[in-house]
């Protein structure tokens, strides 16, 4: 196989909005967050996407990450790093713009043939302080993903990312919480690519459905990073249960609205406190 880091590369997905992290982060995060001050959570997932964004290039993505959480005061810190396994043509490499990531595609005479590559992905390091806003919770957060993938398998570009965002929800009875939430993304540029900076947001409500289970119903947004592609929007629901008082699971499926979201999204998340 042809060595795919000696390809100029033509971005064909933007990187994963920061804002879906938001839908998973409520999906785990129990109604009656009242964790003691120095707690911990150790998290896991798995995620299937599946789209060609657009190009006609099939790709499918699994990818399986673990991390861990920890909270001081206000202020959260979490850091997480996920294995992935990509089925796609010999020219598309991964951009791990969140926890799992989206292809890159090489420019010219693309090589049709599907190869299946999977190693270690970009790690994501996040901290976000809580605001102190009486009847309100809300955040302001910042990211950074670290280049550990690797560059020569086509799982990474190399090159790190940044993002800052910003969070709000606000109970308004009956079990219900809208929330919405809005990041900008400092995109590291490959010397082969041209990128730019995107802005993303969301929007939803999470739903208490009964005791220790609750509903999520967002719709996500983000700009593409290149101009020849369209931006990303799509619609997700998800659903929380408590097993025990510091064991809460969640399921999120996603459907692309657009032609530059992945088509399908299916993910599975366990969080266990400490």
Do not use: C, W
Request: proline share 4%.
């Amino acid at each position: 196989m042809r060595s795919i880091s000696n390809f100029p590369l033509l971005l064909i997905a933007v990187v994963i909005p920061q804002t879906d992290a938001v839908a998973q982060e409520l999906v785990l995060r129990p109604r009656t967050s009242a964790s003691p001050d120095g707690s911990g959570e150790v998290f896991g997932g798995a995620e299937y996407r599946r789209g060609d964004y657009g190009t006609g290039a099939k790709v499918e993505t699994v990818a399986t990450t673990v991390g861990v959480s920890v909270r001081k005061g206000r202020v959260r810190f979490a850091v997480a790093v996920p294995y992935v396994q990509t089925t796609a043509p010999v020219d598309v490499v991964l951009s791990q713009g969140g926890l799992f990531g989206t292809p890159l595609l090489a420019s010219g005479r693309t090589d049709t043939r599907r190869t299946k590559r999977e190693g270690i992905g970009d790690a994501n390091v996040q901290m976000a302080y809580g605001l102190p806003i009486a009847g309100f919770a809300a955040s302001l957060g910042a990211g950074l993903k670290i280049p550990t993938a690797s560059r020569s398998k086509g799982l990474g570009t190399g090159k790190a990312n940044y993002v800052v965002n910003a969070q709000v929800s606000r109970a308004i009875g009956g079990g219900v919480a809208p929330f919405a939430s809005v990041g900008y993304s400092i995109i590291g540029k490959p010397s082969d690519v041209a990128v730019h900076n995107v802005l993303s947001g969301s929007a939803g409500a999470r739903v208490g459905l009964g005791h220790g289970v609750d509903g999520i119903l967002s719709y996500s947004y983000e700009q593409s990073a290149t101009r020849a592609l369209a931006d990303s929007q799509s619609v997700a629901v998800g659903l929380g249960v408590s097993l025990r008082p510091k064991l809460r699971v969640g399921i999120q499926g996603e459907a692309g609205l657009s032609r530059g979201a992945a088509n399908t999204t299916l993910g599975l998340m366990i969080g266990a406190g400490f």
